[in-house]
Structures are given as structure tokens and as C-alpha cells.
């Protein structure tokens, strides 16, 4: 009997850096029939409970991401990524393991590392205009990166461009089949079907000033013009006198029905949901999260802003600007479709697909 083709994944932190490589989990599924996946990360994040609701093996890491020099972890980190990179190197002889997919966040340093010294094939996701720290780290060292944004090549030298793949932000396959009828859609999330919507999000964890900046509409009248699909992330609790036109979650895995419900989406600008975003063809208010590093969203935001596609709000005047900017645009559904076409034009369906078929030729 033959042996199944067994890989190792290291990718989670948040959705937007573990639902890229779920996207090319997917098409590998459709392209190997004996498929075999051994995934590591952090067992406090979205990756422990998303990945084995997926059937794939979970191994939890101890590495964690770089906190401050005043912080106690920090002064650990050594030992955490070395007792992390022990772990994968054993993972990966136990498993004989055929290649490494790396999704980028500081999850897939000690993977990409123990690749590089037992000489198997790995392969980095890059979801940024601005790529990451430790994508900067592994580049020397991997077979292959997939780029979201083809600016992102100016970032590296020119003697690894070879090795890179324009490809766009691998998505997930419910992404990119037909999204649900917005009238249906909204019907699933007890809604009006005629009525403007928009859906706010933070990502897993939530944004404050999103979340904040929400809770200060709740008292504008303007708001009754409208109804809102809000997910709070599970750090933060809403007010508890919630008009009837809002829905609030702390987290949505429909995704997908959310999305087609909205007519616009405001958001934070990580390169997972900026590529979901431009594959499902929504229009956007992002505010880009200015703690992270690089100031990677910001530049992600500014591609689309720069295509007449979403409107960039700065995340310390949020308050000044967002009641504004929110009326304004779902005042205007003519803007709004212009904006949803300049968005779904730099779509690119295919990467998840061409990322797995590259992810294959690696391993030969």
C-alpha cells in the first residue's frame, strides 16, 4: 500500500495569517489523493481550535511572538523558539515528511528553520504588500513564496525574485464560489432584505477602536437607516441596550454569509481579509491596525485605496471621521458599485490553486 504524502504546516496567530494556508490545504486535497497533514502552533490562538475542527493533526508550540524588552517572554523567547524548532525537526523525521508550508507570523520560524536544516522543500505565504519579519528571516531559506501583491518583490533582492510567485493571497474555497444571494443572506441573520447593510469586524480577537467607534453609533439616529452585522471579537462585551436593526456576534464562521449580506465592510487591512475582500468584490472602510509591524496594513490598505476601492481611515481618528464617512457611502449605493467593481478587478481566483500546484513541484 502506498505511503500517503504527509506535510507539515506551521501558520495561525489570526485568521488572516491561518485561513491563507487552509486555502491551499484545500486545493492540495483535490490535487493528492492519500493526503496528510501535521500542523503546529500556538495552542492559545484561533490555529487550536480552527485546525482540528478541520481533522488535521494539532501539535502545539511553545514560540511566541516578540513583546516588548520589558516583557518576561521576551527574555524567554530564545528557549521557546529552540525547544519549538527541536519539536518541528522531530515532527518532521518521525513523519517522514515530504515539504513544509510556512503561513508567515512568528509560528512558522522554528518550522521554516528545521526545514532548512533537514534539507525538506518549504514554501512561505506572504499576505502582505510589506512582508513580515520572520518571511524576511526564512526567505534565504525557502524553495518558494507566494507574494499577495506583486510590490511586494521590491522588498527583496533581486537574486531571490526567482524564487517568488505573484500568484495573490491564497482563499478559501467559500470564498470564492458564489457568495449566498444577498436577499437569502440576510434572511439567515434575521434581517431585512431591503434594507442597507454593513458588516463591521475586527478580526478573531476584535479591534477596540472599531469596536468603540461602533458603540458610539449606537446612539446616532442615522443608524436607524441602516442595519449593521457586528462582530465584536471575544475580548470586548457590547453595550447592553442593542437596537433591534444590529446583530452582534463575538465570532461568525459563516464568513462567507456575512460578506454577502453586507454592502459595505469595514475592517481592519491584514492581507487575509484585504484578499477576501477583493475576491468577493466588497467595498471597504478599512483602519488599519497601527501596532503592526512594518505597518504592513497600511500599506495593504493604500493598494486599495489607490484603485478607488475602499476608503482609508486612520486608526486614531476614527472618532472624528467614521460616523461621516460610514453615512456618506451607504447614502450612495451608485459609489458603492463603483467601488465593489474597482475592488473585484484586482481579484485573482486563482491563487490558491496555483499555490498548491507550486507547493507539489517542490516535492517533485
Known sequence: MSQPLTILVAAGGTGGDLFPAVAVLEELHTLV??????????????????V????????????????????????LLPFRILHSLFLCRSLISKNNVAAVLCGGTYISYPAGLAASQKKVPMMLLEPNVVPGKTNRL????????????????????????????????????????ALPEKGIARKALGLKESMPTVFAFGGSLGARSINKAISNLLNDSRLQNIQLIW????????????PSNVRVFDFIDDMA?????ADLVISRAG??????????????????????ANNEQWHNAKVLEQHAAAIVTDDTRIADTFSETLFSLVSDMERLNRMASATHSMAKPDAAKKAAEIFLSLIG
Not at 526567505?139 to 506583486?150: D, M, N, Q, V
Not at 475580548?235 to 447592553?240: G, I, L, Y
Open 138 to 177: 526564512l526567505t534565504e531559506k525557502a524553495s518558494a513564496i507566494i507574494l499577495a501583491f506583486e510590490e511586494t518583490k521590491q522588498h527583496f533582492p533581486e537574486r531571490l525574485h526567482s524564487r517568488m510567485y505573484s500568484c495573490g493571497n491564497p482563499v478559501r474555497h467559500s470564498m470564492r464560489i
Open 52 to 75: 482540528p475542527k478541520l481533522g488535521y493533526h494539532f501539535h502545539p508550540i511553545s514560540v511566541t511572538g516578540y513583546k516588548g524588552i520589558r516583557s518576561l517572554d521576551s527574555y
Open 33 to 50: 489523493s492519500d493526503l496528510r497533514v501535521i500542523w503546529v502552533g500556538n495552542p492559545k490562538r484561533i490555529e487550536a481550535s480552527v
Open 231 to 242: 462582530q465584536t471579537g471575544k475580548n470586548f462585551t457590547p453595550p447592553n441596550d442593542i
Open 257 to 261: 454569509t456575512a460578506y454577502a449580506a
Open 271 to 292: 492581507g487575509g481579509t484585504v484578499s477576501e475582500l477583493i475576491t468577493i468584490g466588497k467595498p471597504s472602510i478599512l483602519v488599519p491596525l497601527p501596532s503592526a
